[in-house]
């Protein structure tokens, strides 16, 4: 080998070790490796059918890694390769090391294209992956970012050479690699973009630059074309992805990106990790550390004179980076309110990726440049502070948090047996945990966010119930009901034998409690060992434990049968809140009012009998919600308000939380003159009625509302009970066309929910329509009386207010908890005695149809939870049948002999299934909560979205296309030695 060959290879090794340095303990050590976001799939092959499915119903109880969950599909794909490679993991603790491997040498590549320097190409790599930002995005876990800032210089070396030459070629490889770029990281993509269409700017001549750009299109076409499998799909979600980033938020992920921190690349959040770092040093070496940190900013200047991309680099992303900090305070914040989804971006620092690119640049030219003058003996010098600027790099673990440890086995485990088992199920994992959970197998790591939960993106062989994020959604059917957060909360309020019909609502079939959790959130409310060891407790008390898998107990719901499909003719309908379902036996067909439309409403009463739960409402609430015109509070213009799903821990916001007042949305406030505007769409002149779902705190309260910029009312709904109900706003003459609604918070703190605009007659005609409704003899009616938990000593009389719809017996129920003397119900001045029976007094009154006063006189010493007043009797239906259900693949199902009115597929809540009469094939409108009006016989089946089919034909198509043009040469040159060798045998 000759010596120049022997040298190359050195120099190729030291940027090989210079790339592998920082993570050499993860290399050479045993065990699985997780940090922040960086959570490698445990099943990475079920993640790319879920990606390819778009919208598995498996996921839409548990969590969606992104709003678009096919766009995961290649980083799922390159996870799954070194899962089979590699194994799980020895994949999560070498993907880290392999991106930084790829990184190095893409960037020596791009340094080589510019300067012709092994030091300089040197020094580029060194500063490109040993940074400050480098270790927040590493201690951050933010592996998609890295992996397409590793990818980017090698994209951006082809896509200069292709311009530079006007050659093909290099545009279509580079095209390859920003394609991957866009699907990996949806972050870093549209940055590169910019540095894209500048670059042909520094040629001479209109012409010449015109000419250019039509590369420069090519390569960003076939970019999107490669990408339209996912990309075509976005109009299909769009409506769902809804932006909970506020202002306030920007401001404090902005709040350590000054101009200074950005310039000398430090990153924005996680203070406490430098501090921990310099306590490692002595206070010389510390002054020195900041000193340097001003080192890349230097070379950028130096290499002024020589190249200038860098430097306009660097100044249109430090304006970006900067955030809603001084100096670029307006710029930023006009760009996060008025540029759709630029607050992807709430983390601002993720701009300095782009001037870590160019400071690399810059540096080697600028090496380049003292190398060529008496100086060159700097040249090293500066590579080595470069290295002591990002020294906790060089400490080969990181200064301590890039450790591995044991996997817990027992997940695997219990999927293993839960594949075993038969039938269609969920399954709950406990604690409920939102964001994670503190593991008692994780070693603790100094100042660093420590709640990882191993299977927060895996997909386990059952659908899961418990993992969500704060903001996300359950349900699918029009962004309804967010019920993961209430039934989570209600498990550490109450026990569990009141929460059997919300499980058997979501086929909760077996319940996982997790041993191995120690601390775990819920609505943002941190829950300790003693709320967990609670949890158990209640669990031990209710259900059979099952199995023991090490640190996970296994407990089987015995009122679930696992099957897909159930017939019903009986059908709950809520006027009111979640709360509703821990207090009253569910039926299988259940309806919230507010997901319902008038005519859905007729559907489900002419196809079952029905039963109307008005918890703590009344049938105006019912009437408000299906005449109305609605305006969800997420479409409003906010200034001071912001979604609640980041505050759910505040007094007030956790209450509606718990009671499961949570419905379309909810925005909140405490900040005094903060607005709220709606455009108000009129169809026709009339007198109206606005309604606002509120809640406000007793300080006192004040809304001012306006109407087109005049004052209309003052809105002081203040109840001592903390309701989170409908209010009347005014009555009002509108003429047709939009009209513009303020309400201005003048002082407390308030909620709002769903804002209503209904016409008065319409409202007065659907009041008539509910009371007839409710007097049929096949509709049934339960009222619940539930505020704060009352508490009587020795004596005590509670009066309430029911409405009844018709004369008829009904039941008194009243939970009480405590030593309970003598009762008396007195109900409309009629005295009626009262059975006691360990937590239930109960006793059977007479009504009239209209409004009844309830009296209830009690001695002892009790805690009163609430009061039901249920009409008695029950409606004689005949016996419903199973229906035979065959499953021709997991998009469809055939369904006969449906003997019930109503049919519930309990495996999806998910809108894209469809069903079909197979007598007529025409689709069978579904009601909500996937529940379908029952046929003879029927199909029911997700619908695939053609654009998603098309998408999937264009990558595919435009893919084979360049691999065909790039591979064609190759093709030519294998022909001619064929030929050339047939002719010598000639």
């Given at each position: 080998?000759?010596?120049?060959?022997?040298?190359?290879i050195?120099?190729l090794?030291?940027?090989?070790?210079?790339?592998?340095?920082?993570?050499?303990?993860?290399?050479?050590?045993?065990?699985?490796?997780?940090?922040?976001?960086?959570?490698l799939?445990?099943?990475?092959?079920?993640?790319?059918?879920?990606?390819?499915?778009?919208?598995?119903?498996?996921?839409?109880?548990?969590?969606?890694?992104?709003?678009?969950?096919l766009?995961?599909?290649?980083?799922?794909i390159?996870?799954?390769?070194?899962?089979?490679?590699?194994?799980?993991?020895?994949?999560?603790?070498?993907?880290?090391?392999?991106?930084?491997?790829?990184?190095?040498?893409?960037?020596?590549?791009?340094?080589?294209?510019?300067?012709?320097?092994?030091?300089?190409?040197?020094?580029?790599?060194?500063?490109?992956?040993?940074?400050?930002?480098?270790?927040?995005?590493?201690?951050?876990?933010?592996?998609?970012?890295?992996?397409?800032?590793?990818?980017?210089?090698?994209?951006?070396?082809?896509?200069?050479?292709?311009?530079?030459?006007?050659?093909?070629?290099?545009?279509?490889?580079?095209?390859?690699?920003?394609?991957?770029?866009?699907?990996?990281?949806?972050?870093?993509?549209?940055?590169?973009?910019?540095?894209?269409?500048?670059?042909?700017?520094?040629?001479?001549?209109?012409?010449?630059?015109?000419?250019?750009?039509?590369?420069?299109?090519?390569?960003?076409?076939?970019?999107?074309?490669?990408?339209?499998?996912?990309?075509?799909?976005?109009?299909?979600?769009?409506?769902?992805?809804?932006?909970?980033?506020?202002?306030?938020?920007?401001?404090?992920?902005?709040?350590e990106?000054?101009?200074?921190?950005v310039?000398?690349?430090?990153?924005?959040?996680?203070?406490?990790?430098?501090?921990?770092?310099?306590?490692?040093?002595?206070?010389?070496?510390?002054?020195?550390?900041?000193?340097?940190?001003?080192?890349?900013?230097?070379?950028?200047?130096?290499?002024?004179?020589?190249?200038?991309?860098?430097?306009?680099?660097?100044?249109?992303?430090?304006?970006?980076?900067?955030?809603?900090?001084?100096?670029?305070?307006?710029?930023?914040?006009?760009?996060?309110?008025?540029?759709?989804?630029?607050?992807?971006?709430?983390?601002?620092?993720k701009?300095?990726?782009?001037?870590?690119?160019?400071?690399?640049?810059?540096?080697?030219?600028?090496?380049?440049?003292?190398?060529?003058?008496?100086?060159?003996?700097?040249?090293?010098?500066?590579?080595?502070?470069?290295?002591?600027?990002?020294?906790?790099?060089?400490?080969?673990?990181?200064?301590?948090?890039?450790?591995?440890?044991?996997?817990?086995?027992?997940?695997?485990?219990?999927?293993?047996?839960?594949?075993d088992?038969?039938?269609?199920?969920?399954?709950?994992?406990?604690?409920?945990?939102?964001?994670?959970?503190?593991?008692?197998?994780?070693?603790?790591?100094?100042?660093?966010?420590?709640?990882?939960?191993?299977?927060?993106?895996?997909?386990?062989?059952?659908?899961?119930?418990?993992?969500?994020?704060?903001?996300?959604?359950?349900?699918?059917?029009?962004?309804?009901?967010?019920?993961?957060?209430?039934?989570?909360?209600?498990?550490?309020?109450?026990?569990?034998?009141?929460?059997?019909?919300?499980?058997?609502i979501?086929?909760?079939?077996?319940?996982?409690?997790?041993?191995?959790?120690?601390?775990?959130?819920?609505?943002?409310?941190?829950?300790?060992?003693?709320?967990?060891?609670?949890?158990?407790?209640?669990?031990?008390?209710?259900?059979?434990?099952?199995?023991?898998?090490?640190?996970?107990?296994?407990?089987?719901?015995?009122?679930?049968?696992?099957?897909?499909?159930?017939?019903?003719?009986?059908?709950?309908?809520?006027?009111?809140?979640?709360?509703?379902?821990?207090?009253?036996?569910?039926?299988?067909?259940?309806?919230?009012?507010?997901?319902?439309?008038?005519?859905?409403?007729?559907?489900?009463?002419?196809?079952?009998?029905?039963?109307?739960?008005?918890?703590?409402?009344?049938?105006?609430?019912?009437?408000?919600?299906?005449?109305?015109?609605?305006?969800?509070?997420?479409?409003?213009?906010?200034?001071?308000?912001?979604?609640?799903?980041?505050?759910?821990?505040?007094?007030?916001?956790?209450?509606?939380?718990?009671?499961?007042?949570?419905?379309?949305?909810?925005?909140?406030?405490?900040?005094?003159?903060?607005?709220?505007?709606?455009?108000?769409n009129?169809?026709?002149?009339?007198?109206?009625?606005?309604?606002?779902?509120?809640?406000?705190?007793?300080?006192?309260?004040?809304?001012?509302?306006?109407?087109?910029?005049?004052?209309?009312?003052?809105?002081?709904?203040?109840?001592?009970?903390?309701?989170?109900?409908?209010?009347?706003i005014?009555?009002?003459?509108?003429t047709?066309?939009?009209?513009?609604?303020?309400?201005?918070?003048?002082?407390?703190?308030?909620?709002?929910?769903?804002?209503?605009?209904?016409?008065?007659?319409?409202?007065?005609?659907?009041?008539?329509?509910?009371?007839?409704?409710?007097?049929?003899?096949?509709?049934?009616?339960?009222?619940?009386?539930?505020?704060?938990?009352?508490?009587?000593?020795?004596?005590?009389?509670?009066?309430?207010?029911?409405?009844?719809?018709?004369?008829?017996?009904?039941?008194?129920?009243?939970?009480?908890?405590?030593?309970?003397?003598?009762?008396?119900?007195?109900?409309?001045?009629?005295?009626?005695?009262?059975?006691?029976?360990?937590?239930?007094?109960?006793?059977?009154?007479?009504?009239?149809?209209?409004?009844?006063?309830?009296?209830?006189?009690?001695?002892?010493?009790?805690?009163i939870?609430?009061?039901?007043?249920?009409?008695?009797g029950?409606?004689?239906?005949?016996?419903?049948?199973?229906?035979?259900?065959?499953?021709?693949?997991?998009?469809?199902?055939?369904?006969?002999n449906?003997?019930?009115?109503?049919?519930?597929?309990?495996?999806?809540?998910?809108?894209?299934?469809?069903?079909?009469?197979?007598?007529?094939?025409k689709?069978?409108?579904?009601?909500i909560?996937?529940?379908?009006?029952?046929?003879?016989?029927?199909?029911?089946?997700?619908?695939?979205?053609?654009?998603?089919?098309?998408?999937?034909?264009?990558?595919?198509?435009?893919?084979?296309?360049?691999?065909t043009?790039?591979?064609?040469?190759?093709?030519?040159?294998?022909?001619?030695?064929?030929?050339?060798?047939?002719?010598?045998?000639?």
């Amino acid at each position: 080998m000759s010596r120049s060959r022997m040298i190359s290879i050195v120099k190729l090794i030291v940027i090989f070790l210079l790339s592998i340095t920082p993570f050499i303990e993860l290399i050479v050590r045993d065990g699985y490796f997780a940090i922040g976001d960086y959570v490698l799939p445990i099943f990475p092959d079920r993640e790319i059918i879920k990606c390819i499915s778009l919208w598995d119903e498996s996921f839409l109880i548990g969590r969606l890694t992104t709003p678009i969950p096919l766009a995961n599909l290649p980083q799922y794909i390159i996870y799954y390769i070194m899962h089979v490679l590699l194994g799980f993991e020895n994949a999560s603790r070498l993907l880290f090391p392999i991106v930084f491997i790829i990184a190095g040498f893409s960037m020596y590549t791009l340094s080589k294209y510019f300067v012709k320097n092994y030091t300089s190409n040197l020094a580029s790599v060194t500063l490109y992956i040993y940074n400050p930002w480098i270790i927040d995005r590493i201690l951050s876990g933010h592996i998609s970012i890295l992996i397409a800032y590793a990818l980017t210089p090698l994209m951006l070396a082809l896509y200069f050479k292709g311009i530079d030459e006007g050659r093909l070629k290099p545009i279509l490889q580079s095209s390859l690699l920003l394609a991957l770029i866009i699907s990996i990281s949806y972050h870093l993509a549209p940055l590169m973009i910019l540095i894209i269409l500048i670059y042909p700017l520094k040629l001479k001549g209109l012409r010449n630059i015109l000419r250019t750009y039509k590369l420069t299109l090519i390569i960003i076409m076939l970019a999107m074309l490669l990408n339209s499998y996912w990309i075509i799909t976005f109009p299909m979600v769009s409506e769902s992805i809804n932006s909970n980033v506020s202002i306030n938020d920007i401001e404090a992920l902005s709040i350590e990106s000054n101009i200074v921190n950005v310039l000398r690349l430090h990153g924005y959040f996680w203070s406490g990790w430098w501090n921990v770092f310099k306590s490692g040093l002595p206070s010389i070496f510390t002054d020195l550390w900041w000193t340097l940190s001003f080192l890349p900013f230097i070379m950028l200047i130096l290499s002024f004179k020589r190249v200038k991309l860098p430097l306009l680099i660097v100044i249109i992303y430090s304006i970006l980076a900067v955030g809603l900090n001084w100096p670029f305070q307006p710029v930023n914040k006009f760009l996060y309110e008025n540029i759709p989804f630029y607050t992807i971006y709430r983390d601002p620092n993720k701009m300095v990726s782009m001037i870590c690119l160019a400071y690399s640049i810059a540096t080697a030219y600028t090496i380049d440049w003292i190398s060529r003058t008496k100086l060159r003996g700097l040249t090293i010098a500066i590579i080595v502070l470069l290295l002591i600027n990002s020294w906790p790099l060089l400490t080969g673990n990181l200064y301590g948090y890039l450790q591995p440890f044991d996997f817990p086995r027992e997940y695997m485990d219990v999927d293993h047996w839960l594949q075993d088992k038969s039938g269609n199920f969920r399954v709950l994992w406990l604690p409920p945990v939102e964001i994670g959970a503190e593991f008692s197998w994780r070693p603790k790591m100094k100042g660093l966010w420590s709640i990882i939960d191993p299977i927060r993106y895996s997909v386990f062989s059952k659908p899961s119930v418990g993992f969500t994020h704060v903001e996300e959604w359950f349900g699918g059917v029009r962004d309804t009901i967010w019920f993961l957060h209430f039934l989570h909360n209600q498990i550490y309020y109450r026990g569990f034998s009141e929460l059997i019909p919300i499980l058997n609502i979501l086929n909760v079939k077996y319940i996982i409690f997790r041993r191995d959790v120690t601390a775990s959130s819920c609505t943002n409310i941190l829950r300790g060992e003693e709320d967990i060891w609670r949890v158990e407790s209640e669990l031990n008390k209710t259900f059979k434990l099952t199995h023991r898998i090490g640190c996970l107990r296994i407990y089987e719901n015995p009122y679930v049968n696992p099957r897909d499909f159930t017939a019903t003719n009986n059908s709950l309908i809520i006027v009111g809140d979640l709360e509703a379902l821990t207090i009253i036996p569910n039926m299988e067909a259940t309806f919230m009012i507010e997901d319902l439309s008038m005519e859905e409403l007729n559907t489900i009463l002419n196809l079952s009998n029905t039963t109307f739960v008005f918890l703590n409402t009344n049938i105006i609430d019912a009437a408000v919600h299906l005449a109305g015109d609605i305006y969800n509070p997420l479409s409003f213009l906010l200034n001071g308000w912001s979604p609640a799903s980041y505050e759910w821990w505040k007094e007030g916001l956790n209450e509606i939380a718990n009671r499961g007042c949570i419905h379309n949305g909810v925005i909140y406030s405490e900040e005094e003159g903060s607005t709220v505007i709606v455009n108000l769409n009129v169809r026709e002149d009339g007198v109206y009625q606005l309604w606002v779902k509120t809640w406000l705190s007793p300080n006192p309260p004040s809304l001012k509302i306006y109407l087109d910029n005049s004052w209309l009312t003052d809105l002081n709904p203040y109840s001592p009970t903390s309701a989170f109900k409908y209010t009347p706003i005014q009555t009002i003459y509108l003429t047709s066309g939009i009209h513009n609604l303020k309400i201005l918070l003048k002082q407390g703190k308030a909620i709002l929910g769903n804002l209503v605009l209904v016409k008065l007659e319409e409202i007065n005609q659907t009041i008539l329509k509910l009371e007839g409704i409710l007097s049929n003899p096949r509709v049934k009616t339960i009222n619940i009386h539930k505020h704060e938990p009352l508490t009587i000593s020795h004596y005590g009389v509670i009066e309430l207010k029911t409405q009844t719809f018709k004369s008829g017996t009904y039941i008194v129920n009243v939970k009480a908890n405590g030593v309970v003397g003598n009762v008396k119900m007195d109900f409309n001045n009629t005295i009626y005695n009262a059975e006691i029976s360990n937590t239930l007094i109960k006793s059977i009154v007479k009504a009239g149809r209209g409004v009844n006063i309830l009296k209830i006189y009690i001695e002892g010493n009790v805690t009163i939870s609430h009061i039901t007043v249920v009409e008695q009797g029950e409606v004689k239906i005949k016996n419903i049948e199973e229906p035979i259900v065959t499953k021709k693949s997991p998009l469809e199902y055939n369904i006969e002999n449906i003997s019930g009115n109503i049919i519930v597929f309990k495996q999806s809540y998910n809108p894209l299934w469809l069903a079909y009469s197979k007598e007529t094939c025409k689709p069978i409108q579904s009601l909500i909560f996937n529940a379908y009006p029952a046929q003879k016989e029927m199909v029911i089946k997700l619908r695939i979205r053609e654009a998603y089919i098309a998408g999937i034909i264009i990558s595919i198509a435009t893919l084979i296309a360049i691999i065909t043009i790039l591979s064609k040469p190759y093709g030519i040159r294998i022909l001619r030695k064929v030929h050339l060798k047939t002719l010598s045998k000639g």
